[in-house]
């Protein structure tokens, strides 16, 4: 069965030539990890393809996607990118352009958007920030509709009523919701905010990121206290719009690489057509 792992990073060493302009790094990091060193990864563990989800280590301007497009020019026929960019800018025309200049390439799955932190800095949870539902966006949208590309929300839980909206205004757009809206010691997986996900599923244009488990787990492999959360999404969208993440090396202070994937193997309650659609089938299904 192959596997995609729909979330990983990768950045360059800080140099004059493409310099760290917010040096934010994972636990534990001070130097690169380079689209070599993903490649390496995911050779030890067995992982076929996978996503470079663009860091904010080179901020949103014209550069920030510069080391990702290198990783995939790269790796042809093993690495995708998602880029980052700067939404708020004065002339729309200008912010339609940057987003085709993201997804210009054609292993560039769409634009992410952090929308859990504030966009001024990026550093700060704030999750009940809605700038996402700002009117200053509708360049962001239409041009991702006309690109037939996807944009990427990075919710906390008290947001996804706000992708709701997103989706109903704009159900030409794909969005894809990463790490579950990352839930933790706050939510619980029947009852709101994190489960508004069951009515975010009514939308066919929002896909969910089963990733970066370890992260919100307060358990070890294979985070048990996890497993409810991915059973609920599992009974509200169905396989066919999940897909599995590792969220790597984000999570070296939690987890091995391996462990990030391998947990799926210890979710009893999956069939093995579960686990096809969550390890390739939904990711072929949207961006294939």
Request: aromatic share 12%.
């Amino acid at each position: 069965m192959p596997l995609i792992d729909t979330h990983t990073h990768a950045w360059g060493p800080d140099t004059a030539e493409l310099p760290w302009t917010r040096p934010l790094l994972p636990p534990g990091w001070d130097g690169a990890y380079t689209h070599a060193d993903l490649i390496a990864d995911m050779d030890r563990v067995g992982v076929d393809e996978s996503v470079v989800v663009t860091t904010p280590l080179y901020g949103r301007g014209r550069r920030a996607n510069e080391y990702t497009m290198r990783s995939i020019e790269a790796h042809p026929d093993r690495l995708y990118g998602v880029g980052l960019m700067d939404f708020f800018q004065s002339d729309p025309e200008t912010v339609r352009s940057a987003v085709r200049r993201v997804v210009g390439h054609d292993r560039m799955l769409g634009v992410r958007m952090h929308a859990a932190l504030d966009y001024e800095t990026p550093s700060e949870i704030t999750a009940d920030a809605d700038w996402i539902l700002d009117d200053r966006l509708a360049p962001v949208w239409k041009e991702a509709a006309a690109q037939d590309t996807c944009v990427f929300l990075f919710p906390k839980a008290p947001q996804l009523s706000m992708i709701g909206r997103l989706a109903g205004t704009h159900p030409d757009v794909s969005l894809v919701v990463d790490h579950m809206a990352w839930p933790d010691e706050n939510t619980d997986p029947g009852e709101r905010p994190w489960a508004d996900f069951e009515n975010l599923a009514d939308h066919n244009n929002v896909y969910v990121k089963v990733s970066s488990l370890p992260r919100s787990s307060s358990e070890d492999w294979p985070y048990r206290d996890m497993h409810p959360y991915v059973r609920n999404l599992l009974s509200w969208f169905g396989p066919e719009r999940l897909m599995v993440g590792s969220d790597y090396p984000w999570m070296d202070d939690w987890a091995t690489y391996e462990e990030c994937l391998s947990w799926l193997d210890e979710a009893t309650f999956l069939s093995d057509r579960d686990r096809e659609y969550f390890t390739y089938r939904t990711f072929e299904r949207l961006h294939l």
